[in-house]
């Protein structure tokens, strides 16, 4: 199986930045695209980025396009997600998840194995 652990939530003023980690273990030995969510209370689960196995493909959600990065390093099984002008309305708990599949996807049903989620907080 495969296990995700997020890092690098926190507090961070309106304007400011946020770079999360999340490591994958266990069987990560074919290719994959991750995704990164987001999912606020009693809300759905929200999709915001996507990158291909290669890297070279990326995707994000209209709400953060222009602000967020999303960069990948296969060799230490690690994604992240650099997070800039950061609003309020980003404050949420932020989750990482491997697809099944190489192509980057927007689609939840896309993603097989997801972390536990790290809180972002954003003050005004």
């Known amino acids: 199986q495969v296990q995700l652990v997020e890092s690098g939530g926190g507090l961070v003023q309106a304007g400011g930045s946020l770079k999360l980690s999340c490591a994958a273990s266990?069987?990560?030995?074919?290719?994959?695209?991750m995704g990164w969510f987001r999912q606020a209370p009693g809300k759905e689960r929200e999709f915001v980025a996507t990158?291909?196995?290669?890297?070279?493909?990326?995707y994000y959600a209209d709400s953060v396009k222009g602000r967020f990065t999303i960069s990948r390093d296969n060799a230490k099984n690690t994604v992240h997600l650099q997070m800039n002008s950061l609003k309020p309305e980003d404050t949420t708990v932020y989750y990482c998840?491997?697809?099944?599949?190489?192509?980057?996807?927007?689609?939840?049903?896309?993603?097989?194995?997801w972390g536990q989620g790290t809180q972002v907080t954003v003050s005004s």
């Open positions: 990158i291909s196995w290669s890297g070279v493909s990326t």
């Open positions: 266990g069987r990560t030995f074919s290719s994959y695209a």
């Open positions: 998840a491997k697809s099944r599949d190489s192509v980057i996807n927007r689609l939840k049903s896309a993603y097989i194995y």
